[in-house]
């Protein structure tokens, strides 16, 4: 595949790539992070490794599935997984389409499962308002990071969709790499995935062919992340709450802090669903509506998949019982359970500003963890 039409866009080749680690290897954070990673070794032992790192596939065996199952051993009571078969079915040509919940680990958790079962990782789109720091950008480019481009002129960003949809088609199609994509810009905050319809008609942009077969060979695949304990919840309450009343504007490292809480944050159990892949026959129904009313045809079978996929928790059923002032889900819990899980969201509000509205707060906190089981109640 020649890259040199999308060498802005995409993941850097194993060149690129020892060129950053390199780079990598020398910066101050260096030191600590290895001290994490590998807390048996010396300070030095993670600028070591890279220095010695030539390839983006020694990267990921000899840092990355590490760094993944660090932060599993660490932060998470148990991480399962389920739909293997659903994966190994489609022979490495797909595209992953998954809510999105944490900005870094739901894609590296796919990541690691694939490691793991000795399948061909995946590239995996990301948002360029994350490369705002350069030591992030080597290091998440030389990780298949496809860059998706935000913040740009209407036109630009046309310009830009019919790019990145050429290369996510080229790449899938050609058997290079499947691709890791989520369902929405941005990491849902409220509880409710839902699939951007703008998404799925920047995918078919691309194609050649018929409304059937454009989708046909992408091979979509829905997958669902769960979290007993969301990552960046408080953060999430707060930004809703704020935007409520005014335009939220992010601080200039509060991608980076998410990115850090969200791997040092506490998440219990955690599961991947990897659901079914879209059909044939489903996507001739949906090429049967009205232009428009096709995408919005395809958006409600990967929701469906995605909300089929949820696994819940005992937080999403306490959450819900206390939204609605219930006890429909008091078997899924102990009293105990629920004096815990109140503790942790008074521990949680700690974390943000006095000022802020804790009614308000703890309204949109909950609905964070008990929409989920609303949206499994509706698809009955």
């Known amino acids: 595949m020649d890259l040199t039409e999308f060498s802005d866009i995409a993941p850097f080749t194993d060149e690129e790539a020892d060129a950053a680690l390199t780079r990598l290897s020398n910066h101050p954070n260096t030191k600590w992070i290895s001290k994490f990673i590998f807390p048996d070794k010396p300070e030095t032992f993670l600028g070591e ?13 000899v840092v990355m599935a590490k760094a993944i199952q660090w932060v599993i ?18 022979d490495g040509k797909y595209i992953a389409m998954s809510n999105h919940r944490d900005i870094i680990l739901d894609p590296a958790l796919v990541q690691i499962i694939l490691q793991q079962n000795h399948l061909p990782e995946t590239q995996i789109c990301v948002g360029d308002n994350l490369l705002k720091f350069k030591s992030v950008e080597l290091l998440i480019r030389s990780n298949r990071m496809i860059k998706v481009i935000r913040g740009i002129s209407a036109r630009e960003l046309y310009l830009s969709s019919q790019l990145l949809s050429r ?69 999430k309450a707060r930004e809703l709450l704020i935007s409520r009343s005014q335009k939220y504007v992010k601080g200039e490292t509060e991608d980076l802090e998410s990115i850090m809480t969200g791997i040092r944050q506490p998440k219990g159990h955690v599961h991947l669903t990897i659901g079914k892949p879209l059909t044939e026959e489903e996507i001739h129904e949906a090429s049967l509506c009205d232009k428009n009313d096709r995408y919005q045809q395809i958006r409600h079978l990967v929701d469906r998949r995605v909300i089929e996929g949820y696994k819940l928790w005992k937080t999403n059923y306490m959450a819900y019982d206390m939204v609605y002032a219930t006890d429909k889900y008091a078997a899924e819990y102990t009293p105990e359970d629920l004096e815990a899980f109140k503790s942790y969201v008074a521990k949680q509000f700690l974390r943000v500003e006095p000022n802020l509205n804790r009614m308000d707060l703890a309204d949109i906190f909950l609905h964070i963890y008990s929409n989920p089981v609303l949206a499994k109640e509706q698809l009955d």
């Open 49 to 61: 490794v890279l220095r010695n790192i030539h390839t983006v596939d020694q990267f990921q065996s």
């Open 73 to 90: 051993d660490t932060s998470m009571t148990d991480f399962s997984y389920d739909g293997l078969e659903n994966l190994q079915a489609l």
């Open 167 to 235: 290369y996510i088609r080229e790449t899938v199609t050609s058997g290079t790499s499947s691709v890791w994509i989520a369902q929405r810009q941005g990491r849902t905050k409220d509880g409710l995935d839902t699939t951007e319809q703008g998404l799925l008609k920047m995918l078919d942009m691309s194609g050649t062919k018929g409304f059937v077969e454009n989708f046909k060979e992408l091979n979509i695949l829905p997958m669902s992340i769960s979290y007993e304990y969301e990552p960046c919840d408080v953060m």
